[in-house]
């Protein structure tokens, strides 16, 4: 089945620098990449995703990439803020393949 | 639109007790997902459902957790009898179509179970 592996585990970034979080997934098969955001004591919230026919998706301050070949895509943010301090998660999803999380990146943005 | 809701948002038990999590989809969402989170594994799938039939309950622990959905707009999941090592955030889940064909995910707020 599929395995998503996700680094680093914990980043700490100066507010305004940019931060970046790579996953990478096994299944070939994969085809939907969602990026989840869990601030403390609520659900994991998605913030921006991206499908296999496309190398790359922007929304505001956040950006994410896809390389299909080598099985990894990223999530970066620019200009970080205090309030983007959060856990994010990202998943992998297919033909008949559930969503499989990756363990989490603990992002923290020192003022 | 209201999102995922999740009963209760805390709860305190003792070991040996009964344990009931409810949980109401988006409206219109088909597929219903039961997770658990711990520090120590993460986010674990425990139970989806498509048309409130089960699909797949391999990440049911074990036969202490039995979860249901009896119509389109409510599941529960159920822990008896209740142990420390249940204490966890669970949240319930769903989505517009299968997960199988890269349909969203969306989460509601937690129900927080310790076990004491």
């Known amino acids: 089945g599929e395995n998503v592996e996700q680094h680093p585990s914990t980043l700490s970034v100066q507010e305004g620098d940019s931060a970046v979080i790579k996953c990478t997934y096994s299944?070939?098969?994969?085809?939907?990449f969602p990026w989840y955001k869990q601030e403390l004591g609520k659900g994991p919230q998605l913030i921006i995703d991206i499908r296999s026919n496309v190398g790359e998706k922007k929304d505001q301050r956040i950006a994410v990439t896809l390389n299909k070949t080598a099985k990894h895509f990223s999530l970066h943010i620019t200009e970080t803020q205090p309030e983007d301090s959060a856990v994010y998660f990202c998943?992998?999803?297919?033909?008949?393949?559930?969503?499989?999380f990756g363990p989490g990146t603990r992002l923290s943005v020192l003022p | 639109d209201a999102g995922v809701i999740q009963s209760p948002r805390h709860e305190v038990t003792e070991m040996g007790q009964e344990v009931t999590l409810r949980c109401k989809p988006i409206s219109g969402h088909n597929s219903l997902f039961w997770y658990r989170q711990t520090m120590m594994r993460g986010l674990e799938l425990l139970i989806y459902?498509?048309?409130?039939?089960?699909?797949?309950d391999s990440g049911m622990p074990e036969d202490r957790f039995s979860a249901k959905m009896p119509n389109a707009s409510f599941s529960t999941l159920k822990i008896q009898p209740s142990e420390p090592r249940d204490s966890a955030v669970y949240f319930c889940a769903s989505s517009l179509g299968s997960p199988y064909s890269g349909n969203t995910i969306y989460f509601g707020e937690g129900s927080w179970l310790t076990v004491v």
């Open positions: 459902f498509n048309n409130n039939v089960p699909i797949d």
């Open positions: 299944d070939s098969a994969s085809n939907y």
């Open positions: 998943a992998a999803s297919g033909y008949g393949q559930n969503f499989v």
